[in-house]
T-cell receptor, first 116, second 113 residues
Framework: NAGVMQNPRHLVRRRGQEARLRCSPM?????VYWYRQLPEEGLKFMVY????????ESGMPKERFSAEFPKEGPSILRIQQVVRGDSAAYFC??????????????FGPGTRLTVT | GESVGLHLPTLSVQEGDNSIINCAYS??????FIWYKQESGKGPQFIID???NMDKRQGQRVTVLLNKTVKHLSLQIAATQPGDSAVYFC????????????WGAGTKLIIKP
């Protein structure tokens, strides 16, 4: 049973370009969470999605960032017009239906975004 | 505001010794805490959790202690092994949420042979 998969693992973008990060949850999981981790810091919650629904985006910057989890395919975190401050590791986690407790989130290996 | 902090950014321990990683939190109303292990290049991995109605909880080679009086949390790893090398994060549940955690900055554990 494959774990949470994220791609790409490393992404380099120039300022002003768009970054698309993908997350495939574990089999049977219908909840996806995105987190950002700056160097030397803990993870910061960004958004919580279920299939075709954004449940909580309270941690998402109001501009340039968006997330989706379509009925088919992976969840996508999109960052438009990237700036240097967007450089970070972005982690996705998934959990099974009806779960909610933090420990039931299983994390992917992350995407390291570097903005030059 | 709510915050979780760690006392030491790096901890070096001799292989076979016990490791103690400390964490302070600021919200006295926090009711749930969790420790994660993050190995280089990987996502965080759940280690152990504890609720505020407990002072101590034990797992396999790990023990978490909670001191609510001084708002302090610690993770003890017995007989530290090379595979324990990682960054360890403590986190507390955010208010009114079942899934949002407030994470500390992390402590890097280095195992000396």
């Amino acid at each position: 049973n494959a774990g949470v998969m994220q791609n790409p693992r490393h992404l380099v973008r120039r300022r002003g370009q768009e970054a698309r990060l993908r997350c495939s949850p574990m089999k049977g999981h219908s909840h996806v969470y995105w987190y950002r981790q700056l160097p030397e810091e803990g993870l910061k919650f960004m958004v919580y999605l279920q299939k075709e629904n954004i449940i909580d985006e309270s941690g998402m910057p109001k501009e340039r960032f968006s997330a989706e989890f379509p009925k088919e395919g992976p969840s996508i975190l999109r960052i438009q017009q990237v700036v240097r401050g967007d450089s970070a590791a972005y982690f996705c986690a998934s959990s099974p239906p009806l779960a909610g407790a933090p420990y039931e989130q299983y994390f992917g290996p992350g995407t390291r975004l570097t903005v030059t | 505001g709510e915050s979780v902090g760690l006392h030491l950014p790096t901890l070096s321990v001799q292989e076979g010794d016990n490791s103690i990683i400390n964490c302070a939190y600021s919200n006295s109303a926090s009711d749930y805490f969790i420790w994660y292990k993050q190995e280089s290049g990987k996502g965080p991995q759940f280690i152990i959790d504890i609720r505020s109605n407990m002072d101590k909880r034990q797992g396999q080679r790990v023990t978490v202690l909670l001191n609510k009086t001084v708002k302090h949390l610690s993770l003890q790893i017995a007989a530290t092994q090379p595979g324990d090398s990682a960054v360890y994060f403590c986190a507390e549940r955010a208010r009114d949420s079942n899934y949002q955690l407030i994470w500390g900055a992390g402590t890097k554990l280095i195992i000396k042979p």
